[in-house]
């Protein structure tokens, strides 16, 4: 079986489970409101009060469990991302102003960040990064490499939750003639 069957295969199990989930409670509600029929407009009420406050109380719950996991992530991800910027800035000071940043620092600082981010980074950035390092080993043009950091920075961006920017913007900021670049 191919892929695609495969998926249609999925597709269709997921769509027969979500029917037959659709069945029961909607046999399940028509039974409920049918005994509710039988009782006292404040027992209804009542009922239905507390129907509303355990299901509020329960999403709220899920939503705050959400939101500080994505708290938490955002933080060791700031820190992660911050030192692949960091290690751009140096190796765009040191070809400025000739500054020491050796081999040997460079090859500490992807180690690092490599580390961070095997734990920390989301999906699109680990995949920008190993496109990126994909790149760096292979000699090619130069320019590529800028576009792929620059997409990655735009990733790192988007899971800290700030906006993405055009595309160009972030490498302005290391390279002055910036539209000539393509």
Same mark, same amino acid.
């Given at each position: $079986?191919?892929?695609?069957?495969?998926?249609?295969?999925?597709?269709?199990?997921?769509?027969?489970?979500?029917?037959?989930?659709?069945?029961?409670?909607?046999?399940?509600?028509?039974?409920?409101?049918?005994?509710?029929?039988?009782?006292?407009?404040?027992?209804?009420?009542?009922?239905?009060?507390?129907?509303?406050?355990? *299901?509020?109380?329960?999403?709220?719950?899920?939503?705050?469990?959400?939101?500080?996991?994505?708290?938490?992530?955002?933080?060791?991800?700031?820190?992660?991302?911050?030192?692949?910027?960091? $290690?751009?800035?140096?190796?765009?000071?040191?070809?400025?102003?000739?500054?020491?940043?050796?081999?040997?620092?460079?090859?500490?600082?992807?180690?690092?960040?490599?580390?961070?981010? *095997?734990?920390?980074?989301?999906?699109?950035?680990?995949?920008?990064?190993?496109?990126?390092?994909?790149?760096?080993?292979?000699?090619?043009?130069?320019?590529?490499?800028?576009?792929?950091?620059?997409?990655? $920075?735009?990733?790192?961006?988007?899971?800290?939750?700030?906006?993405?920017?055009?595309?160009?913007?972030?490498?302005?900021?290391?390279?002055?003639?910036?539209?000539?670049?393509?």
């Amino acid at each position: $079986m191919n892929k695609k069957e495969g998926n249609a295969l999925l597709g269709l199990i997921g769509l027969a489970t979500v029917g037959y989930i659709l069945y029961v409670l909607s046999t399940w509600l028509l039974e409920v409101l049918s005994i509710l029929k039988t009782y006292d407009a404040v027992i209804v009420v009542a009922i239905i009060t507390g129907f509303v406050t355990i *299901t509020t109380t329960t999403l709220k719950a899920i939503w705050d469990i959400k939101q500080s996991r994505l708290h938490y992530l955002t933080q060791k991800r700031e820190v992660a991302y911050f030192h692949f910027v960091e $290690m751009i800035y140096k190796i765009n000071q040191s070809t400025k102003d000739g500054a020491d940043y050796s081999s040997e620092e460079q090859i500490a600082d992807l180690i690092k960040f490599s580390k961070e981010i *095997t734990l920390w980074g989301s999906k699109k950035v680990v995949e920008h990064w190993m496109e990126f390092r994909k790149e760096a080993v292979t000699k090619s043009d130069g320019k590529k490499l800028l576009k792929i950091s620059e997409q990655l $920075m735009n990733e790192m961006r988007n899971d800290l939750g700030v906006q993405k920017v055009k595309e160009k913007a972030l490498l302005s900021f290391f390279i002055n003639d910036i539209e000539n670049l393509d």
